[in-house]
């Protein structure tokens, strides 16, 4: 196994569990101890844990901000099936904004299944990676963030006021009953609040690690999303709200 594909499980064991030990994570890979904690010590170098006696715990700062390629090695399968169930909303010829998420990657992975839609995105893995798909992709513009391969800043914004769409596809850092749906970076919320104001339809795609939990910038309420996609059921108390609050729940 490469250190990269270890890494990734131990990414995804520290996401379920919050904290790993280096003992267990030696004998399930069969490597040395040592070969462990150098693992960890880049992990921690990314943002992801912070190092602990015998092991690590993982960082739940409420701005903890992630770069797009940790957070897009980070429960990989189960935003495969987020999006798998997405694109089922997704019609020929629609008009779609969408973020610079990871798991609004994935989606973007699929559309080439469907015919004549136009995209409007800040994300610059989108603009890079789907440029001889067909699709037509317009750009929000705007200022740079390196960490999160995105475009933000008033240029964007002034360009996304532009267009009317059918629909948003956008993801989160965290949900919390009684606080909303919210993000870590304030620049980017912004923008996607006008993206927000622009569609038709709000899709959110929010894996099972994003529920209670706490972030830095209120993104929206319940209230302004029509669909929300996961990969497990929400637990009851969840499914009531989202029924009060008259939201279709995939999952």
């Known amino acids: 196994m490469l250190a990269a594909e270890r890494r990734q499980i131990i990414i995804n064991m520290v996401h379920m569990d919050k904290r790993v030990l280096v003992s267990e994570l030696s004998d399930k890979f069969n490597v040395t101890e040592?070969?462990?904690?150098?693992?960890?010590?880049?992990?921690?170098?990314?943002?992801?844990?912070?190092?602990?006696?015998?092991?690590?715990?993982?960082?739940s700062h409420t701005n903890e901000d992630l770069p797009f390629t940790t957070r897009n090695a980070t429960n990989s399968e189960s935003k495969q099936q987020i999006a798998s169930k997405a694109l089922n909303l997704i019609n020929d010829g629609d008009t779609l904004m969408i973020d610079p998420s990871s798991t609004s990657l994935e989606l973007m992975k699929l559309l080439h299944q469907r015919k004549n839609l136009t995209i409007i995105t800040s994300s610059i893995h989108?603009?890079?990676?789907?440029?001889n798909t067909g699709m037509q992709i317009i750009s929000t513009g705007g200022t740079l963030r390196p960490r999160s391969m995105s475009l933000v800043g008033t240029n964007a914004e002034d360009i996304v006021k532009k267009y009317n769409v059918d629909k948003v596809v956008l993801s989160c850092k965290a949900l919390a009953l009684g606080k909303g749906i919210m993000d870590s970076n304030e620049a980017e919320c912004e923008l996607k609040k006008a993206m927000l104001r622009q569609a038709s339809k709000v899709l959110l795609l929010a894996d099972h690690t994003k529920f209670d939990r706490t972030a830095f910038v209120k993104l929206m309420d319940f209230e302004d999303v029509d669909v929300l996609i996961t990969d497990r059921e929400p637990e009851a108390p969840w499914l009531d709200m989202l029924k009060e609050k008259d939201i279709e729940v995939l999952y």
Do not use: P, S
């Open 34 to 59: 040592e070969t462990i904690r150098r693992d960890l010590e880049k992990l921690e170098k990314e943002g992801i844990v912070t190092r602990t006696y015998g092991g690590a715990i993982l960082n």
């Open 126 to 131: 989108i603009l890079h990676e789907f440029l």
